[in-house]
């Protein structure tokens, strides 16, 4: 798989059609994913087929990514980034310094 090149995914679709093209690229079959990735029978092919039978989970995700020697990475996305500081809300929702919670007491007996 090309990297250099390769645009983000930005939908559950496409990461879909992502898993599918790779799939092709080794030339490998479902059931070959089934078994390193430790999955029921044919479970693969539920998941990669147009349109989904399954939906991968996350755990799920990292064992076919495994499978198909794929690993994921986060990169920031300096336009969304953008658009968040434009939000009064975003600003209220972080929190200047450490984060404090004062202790719980335990109720006094009388």
């Avoid at 930005?10 to 479902?30: F, H, K, N, P, T």
């Avoid at 200047?96 to 919670?101: E, H, K, S, Y």
Wanted: proline residues 6%; charged residues 35%.
């Amino acid at each position: 798989m090309d990297t250099t090149s390769a645009k983000p995914i930005e939908s559950y679709d496409e990461l879909v059609a992502a898993l599918r093209r790779r799939v092709d690229e080794l030339g490998i079959v479902y059931d070959a994913i089934d078994s390193i990735a430790g999955l029921a029978p044919r479970y693969a092919a539920k998941l990669l087929c147009q349109p989904p039978m399954k939906h991968v989970s996350t755990p799920l995700l990292f064992s076919i990514l495994d499978s198909l020697g794929l690993r994921m990475r986060l990169e920031a996305d300096d336009r969304a980034i953008e658009v968040l500081r434009q939000r009064s809300d975003w600003f209220l929702l972080t929190r200047p310094g450490r984060r404090w919670r004062p202790r719980k007491r335990k109720a006094q007996r009388r």
